[in-house]
């Protein structure tokens, strides 16, 4: 059925046309002689109909879609109108008919593209008009804001969507040089840098619209936190219209694209420009060796899965003890990049016999450590867990690796580590206090094993995140909670950090140079300024299109077991030095001896082994002097082992 009524509309355009090309005749004869126009010239009006037809057919002509008609279409009309009077000419000639005039080729050439692309032009015209008139009373006014290209291909979905559900009032350009001028016949305001001006006049003069459209997709960062800054000043949502690749997929005759607007999400307020990263220095790192993630199925660990086998290892094994998390990642894996070898073997890093085999039949070159319990207040309530998982499983983990004759061992750490509150916090940098041991003494020897430790903060969209919490309470319509008012943290999307991770793996092993290379030296990002939780919180609150406090309420519940206001990247005595890498900096924290801190940890597992909690906090503590495990209104002093 589709197929005969598009062979019916095609059957139309060409009746349609002969018959004008037909009327050109006699209306370029008239034009050029009009006392010799007689009634020879309507024997030769079929002749012009035919002549068009068969010149346009190659440009197929009369298969246009009149009502989306452009400068592509207008550009096929003139050349069809032009090549018609010439075949119309020359058909006249090898019958020995002269024209009325000398001017008759030229006139029959301009005639007919006046009839053809007039009529195509006004049904456009007319049809729009129509469509905005009918929508005008339900449509939502919008300004677009964007790159002018991008803006341009917005309008042109919008004019293709029936439903016509957007009344645009005008544009707003990045720049200030497009001021004034017009995009399918809408205005450019003004440039964005001058939003709060533009708007203030608008509402003055009655106009505002409900929402502002980012046409643009590679508008994020600071720029667009700072148009959904001014926006919600004057009461406007926010909304991004669909890619560029999305508007501009091709469309048969009978179809039009429906344009839905989406939500600006908090990761692109939060993103940041992009670090350059030497990808060819991590496909030489990576590509054909035998590589190892642990916590395979993490945030992190799926993360550093998909990229590491976007550069081809020889052989890439994930390891995680959750199934259902391993299996995903998996089949992730196997769908995008079928042709890298992979295996996905369910192991504990606790079990040291179960991780010491799989690495000596893998004989692993690269590991990349990612397995850890990364949540506070459940590790504050199970220490013996997290310092099994994150101390004596990385010691498990790093001296397997070791003992297969790996090239390097990367461990991901944390912010939480540097003036540990938590037990979390603690174990952590327990682990990386071991990692640095070994790294000294790889370092000093100029053989074994490279440990490099990367620390970061927050990622968004991890299962631990903030971000998550509050989307599943906005769902609920509320209350967002916060445990403090002052409580800041640091963000970086998940791919960003990854990429650096992979970038400080390519530094840690190939420059000896690096500062702090000689004393366990460890990579932190530069994750920029911190951001206040609850300021967070009003932001998501407001990308909803809710008030703060008003819509949705925020409710503040107290800090929890481990918790800190602020995170620290730095220890206050570990300077950070620059790397020469943007987005890489590096710490240099006290260190110790392998031997000293694997047989505290040793010690540490023994006493979690047997169940003894306060022996286990009281030799971690020890060993770092800067933990204070502070709990809701009650503190334990692990390196007495007493507490009130």
Not at 18 to 26: K, S
Not at 496 to 517: I, K, M, N, T
Request: proline fraction near 6%.
């Amino acid at each position: 059925m589709p197929v005969a009524r598009s062979l019916i509309r095609i059957a139309v355009n060409v009746v349609i046309d002969g018959i004008l090309a037909a009327l050109a005749v006699p209306v370029a004869s008239w034009i050029t002689a009009p006392a010799g126009v007689g009634p020879s010239v309507g024997f030769l009006m079929p002749l012009g109909a035919a002549t068009l037809l068969l010149a346009g057919a190659p440009f197929q002509l009369s298969r246009q879609y009149w009502r989306f008609a452009g400068m592509g279409d207008l550009l096929t009309v003139t050349v069809s109108a032009a090549l018609g009077a010439t075949l119309f000419a020359l058909t006249l000639s090898g019958l020995g008919i002269g024209p009325v005039s000398h001017g008759f080729p030229l006139a029959h050439g301009l005639t007919l593209l006046a009839l053809l692309g007039a009529p195509r032009v006004a049904y456009r015209w007319f049809r729009s008009r129509g469509l905005n008139a009918a929508a005008e009373a339900g449509a939502t006014s919008v300004l677009v804001v964007g790159q002018t290209e991008d803006c341009d291909l917005f309008l042109r979905a919008l004019a293709r969507d029936r439903r016509q559900l957007f009344r645009v009032e005008g544009l707003i350009a990045l720049g200030d040089r497009q001021t004034g001028r017009r995009i399918q016949g809408y205005p450019i305001l003004g440039a964005m840098k001058d939003a709060s001006t533009l708007l203030e006049r608008l509402r003055e003069d009655g106009r505002l619209p409900s929402t502002l459209v980012i046409a643009t997709p590679d508008l994020d960062g600071v720029a667009l936190a700072s148009v959904v800054a001014q926006a919600d000043r004057f009461g406007l949502r926010v909304r991004r219209a669909p890619r560029p690749t999305e508007l501009d997929q091709g469309m048969t005759a009978d179809e039009t694209r429906s344009v839905e607007l989406r939500p600006i999400v908090i990761e692109d307020l939060l993103n940041r420009p992009q670090v350059p990263l030497d990808r060819d220095g991590m496909a030489r790192l990576i590509q054909g060796r035998r590589v190892i993630v642990t916590g395979a199925g993490g945030t992190i660990g799926s993360e550093l899965a998909r990229q590491v086998a976007a550069f081809g290892p020889g052989n890439l094994v994930l390891i995680d003890n959750g199934e259902f998390a391993l299996w995903q990642i998996d089949m992730e894996l196997a769908e995008r990049h079928p042709n890298v070898r992979r295996q996905a073997l369910i192991a504990d890093i606790r079990d040291e016999a179960r991780i010491r085999s799989v690495f000596e039949v893998i004989r692993p070159e690269l590991v990349f450590h990612a397995a850890a319990l990364k949540h506070v207040p459940i590790v504050e309530d199970n220490p013996l867990e997290g310092l099994m998982t994150n101390a004596a499983g990385t010691r498990h983990v790093a001296d397997a690796a070791r003992a297969a004759g790996a090239l390097a061992m990367v461990l991901i750490s944390t912010d939480k580590a540097v003036n540990p509150t938590s037990v979390m916090g603690a174990s952590k940098r327990l682990a990386e206090m071991y990692c640095q041991a070994l790294d000294i003494v790889a370092r000093a020897t100029g053989q074994g094993m490279r440990c490099i430790t990367v620390r970061f903060g927050n990622v968004l969209g991890s299962t631990g995140s903030v971000v998550p919490l509050f989307q599943r309470q906005l769902a609920r319509g509320g209350p967002l909670t916060v445990t403090h008012p002052d409580m800041q943290r640091y963000f970086m999307t998940v791919r960003e950090a990854v990429g650096l991770v992979l970038q400080a793996s390519v530094l840690g092993v190939g420059d000896a140079r690096l500062p702090a290379s000689e004393d366990g030296g460890i990579f932190v990002l530069d994750m920029g300024d911190p951001v206040k939780i609850v300021d967070l919180a009003r932001q998501m609150i407001r990308l909803a299109g809710l008030k703060p406090d008003e819509d949705i309420e925020i409710r503040f519940t107290g800090l929890r077991p481990g918790e800190k206001l602020y995170e620290e990247l730095f220890h206050g005595k570990e300077p950070p030095a620059p790397t020469g890498h943007p987005g890489l900096l590096m710490a240099h924290p006290r260190t110790a001896d392998p031997a000293i801190v694997g047989r505290a940890i040793d010690e540490i597992a023994t006493a979690c082994r047997g169940n003894q909690s306060r022996l286990a906090l009281t030799l971690l503590g020890r060993l770092i002097p800067e933990f204070e495990r502070v709990g809701d209104g009650s503190q334990v002093d692990v390196r007495a082992g007493t507490g009130t």
